[in-house]
């Protein structure tokens, strides 16, 4: 039974995908490390590969590279679209999210995606979990400027026609919690992601939660 409007906080939903609703972190980051082996580079550690997950290439390879000439961005992605899609095809969706968004969907929200993916990535994980039907809405960072950049989300609100004060936030980075202050809207952070949760805090999310469980449980008490 959908949730009586005059209940509900929130009408959207926008959910980002890598380390949010899939457990990609690791392989993004392991990739992310392989390129800059492959260029002569040096290998940036753990936290700092896992801490460019969700911004668009040009800013990830920036932060990561800035040593790298300009020209040299395109062998960059390359080399890492190479190692990416190696483990692409076995990144499972974090336990439980399947049951949460069937829930959400059945309470009468509106589900969007907001995604540091490009719209081809975002299609085959969709395509191969079998969700693009929950969701409503999604941009990605191909058609959009990337995050902390607001226009995903500006975007997603103005297909779905939800005002900022209606649409929630939830990502597991500083940038998803930058993109939502940008664009007005409120934010939940996941901890279980790329980002740990003492950055995620100090953004000042309503809430900062550990599990898909917690997560579950926090959207049925307080969206």
């Known amino acids: 039974m959908a949730v009586a409007e005059s209940r509900r906080r929130y009408r959207l939903l926008a959910f980002d995908w890598d380390g949010t609703l899939a457990d990609s972190t ?38 990561l590279a800035p040593e790298l000439e300009p020209a040299l961005h395109a062998r960059f992605s390359e080399r890492y679209g190479i190692h990416y899609l190696a483990g692409d095809a076995d990144i499972p969706l974090f336990q439980g999210v399947r049951e949460m968004l069937a829930e959400l969907v059945e309470r009468g929200f509106m589900l969007g995606i907001a995604t540091g993916k490009t719209r081809r990535g975002l299609a085959r994980a969709l395509g191969r979990h079998g969700l693009a039907h929950h969701f409503a809405a999604s941009r990605c960072a191909d058609e959009s400027f990337p995050k902390p950049h607001p226009d995903m989300l500006l975007a997603l609100m103005a297909q779905t026609g939800v005002d900022p004060e209606q649409t929630l936030m939830i990502g597991d980075t500083t940038h998803d919690l930058a993109l939502a202050r940008n664009a007005g809207v409120a934010a939940v952070a ?28 926090w959207l049925k008490a307080n969206a």
């Open 26 to 63: 690791g392989l993004i980051a392991g990739a992310l490390q392989q390129a800059c082996r492959d260029l002569g580079l040096p290998v940036p550690p753990d936290e700092a590969a896992r801490h460019v997950i969700g911004l668009g290439h040009a800013d990830a390879i920036r932060h």
């Open 190 to 217: 996941v901890a279980y992601g790329a980002h740990a949760s003492e950055g995620l805090v100090e953004m000042a999310p309503l809430a900062t939660v550990h599990s898909i469980a917690e997560l579950r449980a």
